[in-house]
Structure formats: structure tokens, C-alpha cells
């Protein structure tokens, strides 16, 4: 094996292991930061130097996507005007994993003056910023994943996953849901699953409908320019059953010689799944993979036909 893959697995090994070593470092100042940031009224303020600004701004964006307001703010700009963002509502994270950063460091007697809660995140539990804080989360580890041991790598990853557990913690805290998750991912493939119905994406125009007396030699070739693999039969306005893939190849087997003078209700399936134009996406994709077929009808009331759903619109 290539040594270049050896060092990989080593690094991958030595930064999982750095992960590890902060179930053992949790105390209870973790769960008195969760309780402070449930009772925060304004926001989670992450601030951070170098590499560990850019694991807070990280861990600001998974806090604001998942029910806990937040940003990062770097410490250079907080004295140039910045420091007004910051009142007695919010909460302030520091990262450091000295805990003796500088720049953190002057603008705590500020936070304490102001009232505002600091919690310090570092690797050294005697460090100025642990002593200053109203709660510090200690994230130690052994040694850095780099070869000098000096780029900060196993110490990040492990910030990050701590960061991480702390989401996850307010989360769990907070009930939040799929749904409450999708609200902040409109965009993104589960918001599009979660928020969207049936009405919203169905295929409405050039419907493949045929009639229940149509021959079948004539369907095949209603399915093929629907594109849809299928065709629905209607008769007095009412979905009354539809003919797919595998009704055609079941007949063709069974009919042999009289496949295409056979009418289509003779061998269509007279009991198609039906939905609400109101069903959302995810329900309608769930629904496809218990039933395993690739389209459902959306009917109204009446059962009358308003559109059809397959698996690609569930993807748009």
C-alpha cells in the first residue's frame, strides 16, 4: 500500500482518537452552557483567531440552522466598532486552544463589565480565558495529527465535533424537528421534500389518459409519448385504473398472438395508489418505496385526475 496512504489512515486514526478523548473531558459546565444558551434572549456570538476562527464560523452556522441564532464575529474587528453588536442578551464563545490568545483575551474585561456570558472553549483548563469565563468547555488532545505536531489539525477536529455536540444537545433540547430544519433549508433537497406537496410539483399537462376500452397496440404508444412508463385509464372523469410497464410485459406473456387487440381494461391495474394534491413530497416518497412503483395519480375528491408524481418530480 502507498505510504502516502498509511499516513492518511495514521492522521484520520490520530484525529478520531482526539475526538474520543473529549467524552472523557465532559463535565457538568457542558450542560450549564446548554441551559445558558436556552435561556439566552439574543444571540450566540462565536469568536475565534486563525484556524479556530475558522471552526467557530462553522460552528455558528450549524447552530443557526438547526434553532439557535448565531454569528461569528473576528476578534480583530471587535475594536473597530464591532463590539456594539454585543449586549447583556447574548452569549459570547470564544475559541482558543491555548486559551491564551491575545486578541480573545482583550476584550474580556469588556464582556465582564457589560454583564455579558463568555463561555471558553480550549485545551488548557488553567488558561486566562477558563479562568474569566462563566463556563469553560475543556477540548484537549495529546498531540496534533500533523507530522511537526504543530499545524493545528487534531485540535480543530476535535473543537469542531465538540461544537457539533453542542448543536445536536440544543436540538435535542429544543424538540426541533425535520420540519424546523427544512424551514431554514428551503433550498436544499430535504426543505424541497418537507415543504412542498403534491399540487407543487405534479406533472399536469399532456397527461398520458386513455379511455378503458382503448386497444392495447394503441396505449403502448399513449405510454411512449408520455415518457412516464405509464398510462391512466378514466372513464366518466374518474381514475379508473392505469397500465404500466409491467401490466404490458405480463400480458404480452399471456396474450402472446392477441396482445394488441386486447382492450386495456382487461389487463390494467384497477387499483391504483391515489393521493391528496395536499401530501407532501417526502410522504409521497416514502409512499413509493413501500409500495415499490415509480408514479402516483393525484386525484381530487371526486377521484378525478389532477396530475401525476414519479420518482423525477420528487427530485426536482
Do not use: W
Not at 378514466?234 to 386486447?262: P, W, Y
Not at 410522504?283 to 408514479?295: R, V
Amino acid at each position: 500500500m502507498s505510504q502516502y496512504t498509511d499516513i492518511a489512515k495514521r492522521c484520520l486514526k490520530d484525529e478520531a482518537q482526539a475526538v474520543l478523548m473529549q467524552v472523557e473531558h465532559l463535565d457538568e459546565n457542558f450542560d450549564k452552557v446548554v441551559n445558558l444558551i436556552l435561556g439566552c434572549h439574543g444571540k450566540v456570538i462565536i469568536t475565534g483567531v486563525g484556524k479556530s476562527g475558522h471552526i467557530g464560523a462553522k460552528i455558528a452556522a450549524t447552530l443557526s440552522s438547526t434553532g439557535t441564532p448565531s454569528f461569528f464575529i473576528s476578534p480583530l474587528d471587535v475594536f473597530h466598532g464591532d463590539l456594539g453588536v454585543m449586549t447583556a442578551d447574548d452569549v459570547v464563545i470564544a475559541i482558543s486552544n491555548s486559551g491564551q490568545t491575545d486578541e480573545l483575551l482583550r476584550f474580556v474585561p469588556y464582556l465582564l463589565e457589560s454583564k455579558i456570558p463568555l463561555v471558553g472553549i480550549s485545551g488548557n483548563p488553567d488558561s486566562l480565558l477558563a479562568k474569566y469565563a462563566t463556563y469553560h468547555i475543556r477540548v484537549t488532545v495529546s498531540g496534533e495529527a500533523c507530522p511537526l505536531n504543530l499545524a493545528p489539525t487534531s485540535s480543530t477536529t476535535a473543537t469542531l465535533a465538540m461544537g457539533d455536540a453542542l448543536a445536536c444537545a440544543l436540538m435535542e433540547a429544543r424538540d426541533f424537528k425535520k420540519r424546523d430544519f427544512a424551514r431554514f433549508h428551503p433550498g436544499g433537497r430535504l426543505g424541497h421534500s418537507l415543504l412542498l406537496s403534491a399540487r407543487d410539483v405534479m406533472r399536469t399537462n399532456d397527461l398520458p389518459v386513455i379511455p378503458r376500452d382503448t386497444r392495447l397496440g394503441e396505449a403502448l404508444l399513449r405510454m411512449s409519448h408520455g415518457k412516464l412508463g405509464l398510462a391512466v385509464i378514466v372513464e366518466d372523469g374518474q381514475v379508473r385504473g392505469i397500465l404500466t410497464d409491467g401490466d404490458v410485459r405480463r400480458a404480452m406473456e399471456r396474450l402472446q398472438d392477441k396482445f394488441f387487440s386486447v382492450p386495456v381494461c382487461e389487463v390494467m391495474t384497477k387499483s391504483p395508489v391515489c393521493v391528496s394534491p395536499d401530501i407532501k413530497v417526502n410522504q409521497i416518497t416514502d409512499l413509493l418505496g413501500e409500495k415499490k412503483i415509480h408514479a402516483v395519480m393525484v386525484v381530487d375528491e371526486r377521484k378525478r385526475l389532477l396530475g401525476i408524481v414519479d420518482n423525477f418530480r420528487c427530485m426536482i
